[in-house]
């Protein structure tokens, strides 16, 4: 079984900053692509940032220049460091990563549960 977990959310005010944390583990053989979704209430689901194994980064333009993704491969863990928050930032942001577990075949994507991440005064 593989598992997402998430830490980091909470409430913080406008301006401030909030560093989000996702380790994955179980029987993992090899990950590529991770990243960080949201979705705030009454929308969709939207990407807001992704890395390759390689480090090659992906960023919406509402957080591009405010957010920065990393990854620790050794340690199949995913950050995002969200600096400049705006209350438009508020919503669950959930880890995403594209993995294969050993003895498959093929990569699929795993969620984490999410983790609330409010912004206000």
């Known amino acids: 079984q593989v598992q997402l977990v998430e830490s980091g959310g909470g409430l913080v005010q406008p301006g401030g900053s909030l560093r989000l944390s996702c380790a994955a583990s179980?029987?993992?053989?090899?990950?590529?692509?991770m990243g960080w979704y949201r979705q705030a209430p009454g929308k969709q689901r939207e990407l807001v940032a992704a890395i390759t194994s390689g480090g090659s980064t992906n960023y919406a333009d509402s957080v591009k220049g405010r957010f920065t993704i990393s990854r620790d491969n050794a340690k199949n863990t995913v950050y995002l460091q969200m600096n400049s928050l705006k209350p438009e930032d508020t919503a669950v942001y959930y880890c995403?990563?594209?993995?294969?577990?050993?003895?498959?075949?093929?990569?699929?994507?795993?969620w984490g549960q999410g983790t609330q991440v409010t912004v206000s005064s």
């Open positions: 179980g029987s993992i053989f090899s990950i590529n692509a």
């Open positions: 995403n990563a594209d993995l294969k577990q050993y003895g498959s075949s093929w990569y699929k994507d795993y």
